[in-house]
């Protein structure tokens, strides 16, 4: 019951990558419980049967079919999850696109991008977890 607000949700096409975000979050002493989605589809999902427990989503932004930024306009247009912070996690690093994210979501909680150090990925996420 303690974990049930604190599950963290990394939505990343690239099960690698999703894997790799985990275990350096682990190693770096965040405790939280990881929720997978492997594309914005999946993670609409996800998002639908589990967003009470849910309190911060790592999300990649090139992904096939619904990218990062089309699951992020979604999301914010609907009460009940428009306040769950997300982080996007990206090699779409240029000055364009995280202004374009931050225009489509304007409490972007933070932009990393790939490849990251672990240090700036926990530094920018931690605020948000237990």
Not at 15 to 35: A, C, H, Q, V, Y
Not at 86 to 105: C, D, H, P
Request: proline letters at 5%; a negative charge.
């Amino acid at each position: 019951m303690a974990n049930e607000f604190k599950k963290i949700l990394v939505v990343d096409d690239s099960t690698l990558e999703r894997e790799l975000l985990i275990e350096i979050l682990k190693g770096s002493g965040i405790t939280n419980d990881f929720m997978q989605a492997k594309s914005g589809e999946h993670a609409i999902e996800v998002l639908g049967r589990h967003f009470k427990q849910i309190c911060l989503i790592l999300l990649d932004w090139q992904m096939p079919e619904m990218s990062g930024l089309e699951f992020m306009e979604g999301v914010v247009k609907v009460p009940t999850v428009a306040e769950i912070p997300i982080v996007m996690v990206t090699a779409s690093g240029s000055e364009e696109n995280k202004k374009q994210a931050r225009g489509v979501n304007p409490k972007l909680a933070g932009y990393v991008v790939k490849p990251y150090e672990p240090e700036v990925l926990v530094e920018t996420i931690r605020p948000y977890t237990r």
